[in-house]
T-cell receptor, first 116, second 113 residues
Framework: NAGVTQTPKFQVLKTGQSMTLQCAQD?????MYWYRQDPGMGLRLIYY???????DKGEVPNGYNVSRLNKREFSLRLESAAPSQTSVYFC???????????????FGPGTRLTVL | SQQGEEDPQALSIQEGENATMNCSYK?????LQWYRQNSGRGLVHLIL?????REKHSGRLRVTLDTSKKSSSLLITASRAADTASYFC?????????????FGAGTRLAVHP
């Protein structure tokens, strides 16, 4: 199993350009997440998808859109990139042991995005 | 403000010593998890402790949880250079209609040979 994969690994954009970050998982998990990580901070949730066909906003959704294409894939789109979106982006999927008290997330390797 | 806050922000020790990191949080939780992040990599899940548990072990890791003080600690015994990484606590809770993980800013651990 590859786990959670993300493409691209690195990207440089100019202000106003658009791009889509891709994420896929092969663990048959229902829930998937997009986070951003900024220096000196923990991860902040951008969007999540509790199941195929559903998406919801997280803590910092402004400037982003998402698509849950199927159970495996969850993409993040920046329609008009801004320098404030320079960050490292992580995708994660959720394994649950049963019940809400046990939730382990599996993370992809990240995409380093710089917006000039 | 952050739900989980780690202390210290940075820790530097010699190989063989123990490393202790602390995490405090603000609200009721379902569980608390610790993750490791090597430089330039994604996060790797280390251990999960449920809100009704007080202590948990996994190899050289020992996690404690004190829900009355809303705090947790991660102890790494007999540290190795390969333990050099950032360590994040994450509180698991159900809020706003979904299961959330809220991360702290992390502790950067450096283990010197």
């Amino acid at each position: 199993n590859a786990g959670v994969t993300q493409t691209p690994k690195f990207q440089v954009l100019k202000t106003g350009q658009s791009m889509t970050l891709q994420c896929a998982q092969d663990m048959n998990h229902n829930s998937m997440y997009w986070y951003r990580q900024d220096p000196g901070m923990g991860l902040r949730l951008i969007y999540y998808s509790a199941s195929e066909g559903t998406t919801d906003k997280g803590e910092v959704p402004n400037g982003y859109n998402v698509s849950r294409l199927n159970k495996r894939e969850f993409s993040l789109r920046l329609e008009s990139a801004a320098p404030s979106q320079t960050s490292v982006y992580f995708c994660a999927s959720l394994e649950r042991e049963g019940g809400s008290s046990t939730d382990t997330q599996y993370f992809g390797p990240g995409t380093r995005l710089t917006v000039l | 403000s952050q739900q989980g806050e780690e202390d210290p922000q940075a820790l530097s020790i010699q190989e063989g010593e123990n490393a202790t990191m602390n995490c405090s949080y603000k609200t009721s939780i379902n569980n608390l998890q610790w993750y490791r992040q090597n430089s330039g990599r994604g996060l790797v899940h280390l251990i999960l402790i449920r809100s009704n548990e007080r202590e948990k072990h996994s190899g050289r890791l020992r996690v404690t949880l004190d829900t009355s003080k809303k705090s947790s600690s991660l102890l790494i015994t007999a540290s190795r250079a390969a333990d050099t990484a950032s360590y994040f606590c994450a509180t698991g809770l159900f809020s706003g209609g979904y299961n959330k993980l809220i991360f702290g800013a992390g502790t950067r651990l450096a283990v010197h040979p």
